[in-house]
Structure formats: structure tokens, C-alpha cells
């Protein structure tokens, strides 16, 4: 089993709609969660660090839930500029090592018009 | 503020050729990670400092590679001699002990080894 897993998809979803996707993560010790957009041929960028009470930016809405070891990205009336690749990243909850990130996969959106 | 920032942003060399990738942090970030993408490897971490100092090399791929980073605003990170296989995207991020370890990215080095 991978340390940290994602749905690669593609999501394909109508502008407009509500699309969610999932991140399990293998290290119940692990502490920061993180939501990171790719654009293709662009580097990652840093879309929500996910706390453990969730929070939301705007149409994006973060949440972890540590019982069943996942975090989850909603993002509310899509946008065609919301398509991209979205990676989830996770620290790998030993103490020394806690600046490190564990990368998942990504998943991959496509929004349509 | 400047992010981070990587040169060159494209490289195309023949196999067996020395590269050699830069890469400037944010400053005031005390970690940098070196990173490689490929489609069929995803993003892998490669080795990463803490105050100049690294702290873990293993993923590191083979003794090829080699990084380095003299003082807090620079480091490189090399491959010689270069292969085919090692044609990927290899990105800098660097990130503060003061935040909540979020990493931030550089561009990225699009690296072509024919």
C-alpha cells in the first residue's frame, strides 16, 4: 500500500457543478496535510493546508478526518480555470522528519464548459 | 517577495554530459528539497537541508547525483555524467520552521538528455 493515495482520475465535471476528492494517507502519527494545485507544465502550488478542525477558502473547503486516515478537497461551482491536477501532500509523522512531505499521485480535473 | 527561483528553466544535453541544476530559496526559509517529476514516477523527493546541511539523501537515485548548498540562498544539484533516464522536471521548493511546513515552489527545471 502506498504511503499516501489518490483517485487519479480524470474528474470530468460540467462547469458550475460541486466535485470532491479524497487523499488516504497510511501514517495515523502523520501531523500536516496539505492540498497542492499543478497546472500542466507549471510548478505545484500550495492551494490549503488542511487543519484538523477543516477550513475553507472561497469555493475550496478542506477536511481531515484522522479516524479513517484521509483528507478531502470540495470545490463548489466549478470553474473552467479549475481544472488541473491536484496533488495532496503529508508529513511522514516521524519527529525528525516532520519538514518532509509525502506526495500523492495527484488527481486530475477537468472542468467542462 | 521573490519565490523560489531555479535556472536554467529548460536544459537539453546529450547523454554522458555534466548538468548542473541551481536553485535560489525564499529568503529566510531554513529547508530546500530537490524534487524530480516524471509521469511514471510522480513528484520524488531527493534530498533536502536544513541550514545548508543535508539531512536526508536516500532518495537520491545514485551516486550520479550529487547536491549541494554553500550558504542559505544557494544551492545546485548535479548529474554527471548524465543518461536518458534522467530526463525529467526537477523542481526546488524550499519552506520556514515558522510556518506550518508548507513547501513552496520553484519553476522547475525542464531537463531533456538525449
Known amino acids: 500500500r502506498k504511503e499516501v493515495e489518490q483517485d487519479p482520475g480524470p474528474f470530468n465535471v460540467p462547469e458550475g457543478a460541486t466535485v470532491a476528492f479524497n487523499c488516504t494517507y497510511s501514517?495515523?502519527?502523520?501531523?500536516?496535510f496539505f492540498w497542492y494545485r499543478q497546472d500542466c507544465r507549471k510548478e505545484p502550488k500550495l492551494l490549503m493546508s488542511?487543519?484538523?478542525?477543516?477550513n475553507e477558502d472561497g469555493r475550496f473547503t478542506a477536511q481531515l478526518n484522522r479516524a479513517s486516515q484521509y483528507i478531502s478537497l470540495l470545490i463548489r461551482d466549478s470553474k473552467l480555470s479549475d481544472s488541473a491536477t491536484y496533488l495532496c501532500?503529508?508529513?511522514?509523522?516521524?519527529?525528525?522528519?516532520?519538514?518532509?512531505?509525502?506526495w500523492g499521485a495527484g488527481t486530475k480535473l477537468i472542468i467542462k464548459p | 517577495d521573490a519565490g523560489v527561483i531555479q535556472s536554467p528553466r529548460h536544459e537539453v544535453t546529450e547523454m554522458g554530459q555534466e548538468v548542473t541544476l541551481r536553485c535560489k530559496p525564499i529568503?529566510?526559509?531554513?529547508?530546500l528539497f530537490w524534487y524530480r517529476q516524471t509521469m511514471m514516477r510522480g513528484l520524488e523527493l531527493l534530498i533536502y537541508?536544513?541550514?545548508?546541511?543535508?539531512?536526508?539523501d536516500s532518495g537520491m537515485p545514485e551516486d550520479r547525483f550529487s547536491a549541494k548548498m554553500p550558504n542559505a540562498s544557494f544551492s545546485t544539484l548535479k548529474i554527471q555524467p548524465s543518461e536518458p533516464r534522467d530526463s525529467a522536471v526537477y523542481f526546488c521548493?524550499?519552506?520556514?520552521?515558522?510556518?506550518?511546513?508548507?513547501?513552496?515552489f520553484g519553476p522547475g527545471t525542464r531537463l531533456t538528455v538525449l
Open positions: 529568503s529566510g526559509h531554513d529547508y
Open positions: 537541508f536544513n541550514n545548508n546541511v543535508p539531512i536526508d
Open positions: 501514517n495515523s502519527a502523520s501531523q500536516s
Open positions: 521548493a524550499s519552506s520556514s520552521p515558522d510556518g506550518y511546513n508548507e513547501q513552496f
Open positions: 501532500a503529508v508529513s511522514p509523522g516521524v519527529m525528525d522528519s516532520n519538514y518532509q512531505l509525502i
Open positions: 488542511v487543519y484538523s478542525s477543516g
